[in-house]
C-alpha cells in the first residue's frame, strides 16, 4: 500500500509538474524492515525520498553508504544535545560521535543525499546550540532545523521545556549563528516560528484560523489515514485506500476544508503544527 500511494504521488508529481518528498518520520523509520526497498523503489520513479532518523541503526552499520544513497534523497539526523547530552538522552553511549562521524562519511561521497539535522531545543541543549551548528557543518551538513518538545504541563519530561528566558537568549545565540555561517549551512525558521515558540514557551495557546490544510503537506499514520497533520488524524484522517487516482489528490484540499468548516479539531485550538509557521522557512 506504501508502494501504491507512492507511486501515485509520483504520477501527481509529474503530471502536475510540481516536485513532491515522501518523508518518513517516526518513531525511527529504519526499524521497518522494508524502509530503503520502498524508498528506492519510489525514487527510481521519482519521487524525492527523505527520512528523519535518530542515527543509531545508520551510524552501526546496518546499512551501507551505498543503500542509502540509492534510496535517499535527503535524510535529518535528529540530535537532542551535544555529546554526552545526546548520548544520555538517546540511552546509547558514544552515538553523538557515530552519528556525525556518518554524516561525515556520506558527505565526501561523490553522490550524496541532501543532508540536515534537527536540533532538539531542550534546557540541556540550549546551551550547546552554536557548538552542535559547528559540529555539524565540519562534518558536511546543508541545513538545520529546530524544534521543542510540545509537552503538557504534567508531563514526565516536562522539566526539559525551555523557558522565556531561555529562548529570550536562543534567539541572540541564533542571529550570531547565522551571521557566521552565512552561505555555508542554512540554519532555518522564520521569524513566526520563533514567535510560536516563545508563545509556547509562555503557556499561551495560539489559534490558527485556516491552516489551507493539504495544499503543501499531507500526513500519513500507521493505519493508512491521510490528514493535515500528525494531530489530526482523528478527526480529519482520510483511508488512502480511497485515493486511487490523480484526481482524487487534487480534490483533498477541498475535502480537509469543509471538514474544518464542520469541527475544529482539538489540536487547532493551540496548534503545535511547526510547519504552519515556518519552521523550514529560509530565513529573509
Not at 170 to 186: I, K
Request: net charge negative; with cysteine; proline share 6%.
Amino acid at each position: 500500500e506504501v508502494l501504491r500511494f507512492g507511486k501515485l504521488l509520483a504520477g501527481w508529481s509529474k503530471t502536475r509538474q510540481s516536485p513532491v518528498l515522501l518523508s518518513c518520520l517516526g518513531g525511527e523509520p529504519f526499524a521497518w524492515p522494508y524502509l530503503l526497498d520502498v524508498l528506492t523503489d519510489l525514487k527510481v520513479n521519482g519521487l524525492g525520498t527523505s527520512v528523519t532518523t535518530n542515527g543509531r541503526l545508520l551510524s552501526a552499520g546496518r546499512y551501507s553508504l551505498d543503500e542509502i544513497c540509492a534510496g535517499l534523497s535527503e535524510i535529518t539526523i535528529s540530535i537532542d544535545g551535544h555529546g554526552a547530552v545526546h548520548d544520555n538522552s538517546r540511552g546509547e553511549t558514544d552515538l553523538y560521535r557515530r552519528v556525525t562521524a556518518y554524516l561525515r562519511e556520506l558527505s565526501i561521497r561523490p553522490i550524496s543525499p541532501y543532508l540536515r539535522v534537527n536540533i532538539l531545543l531542550t534546557t540541556a541543549s540550549l546551551p550547546s546550540f552554536a557548538r552542535i551548528v559547528q559540529d555539524c557543518i565540519e562534518v558536511g551538513v546543508s541545513e538545520i532545523s529546530f524544534n521543542t518538545l510540545w509537552l503538557p504541563p504534567d508531563h514526565p519530561l516536562s522539566h526539559l521545556k525551555p523557558r522565556l528566558e531561555d529562548f529570550v537568549r536562543f534567539e541572540e545565540v541564533l542571529g550570531d549563528v547565522r551571521r557566521r555561517f552565512a552561505g555555508v549551512c542554512a540554519i532555518l525558521g522564520s521569524t513566526r516560528y520563533m514567535s510560536r515558540l516563545v508563545e509556547y514557551c509562555s503557556g499561551h495557546p495560539v489559534f490558527v484560523p485556516d491552516c489551507h490544510p493539504g495544499q503543501r503537506t499531507l500526513f500519513i499514520d500507521t493505519a493508512g489515514r491521510a490528514a493535515p497533520c500528525a494531530y489530526t488524524t482523528a478527526e480529519y484522517g482520510i483511508d488512502i485506500a480511497s485515493i486511487t487516482q490523480v484526481d482524487d489528490l487534487d480534490r483533498i484540499p477541498a475535502i480537509f476544508q469543509q471538514m474544518r468548516l464542520e469541527t475544529i479539531a482539538s489540536a487547532c485550538q493551540d496548534c503545535p503544527e511547526t510547519n504552519v509557521f515556518g519552521k523550514f522557512d529560509v530565513p529573509i
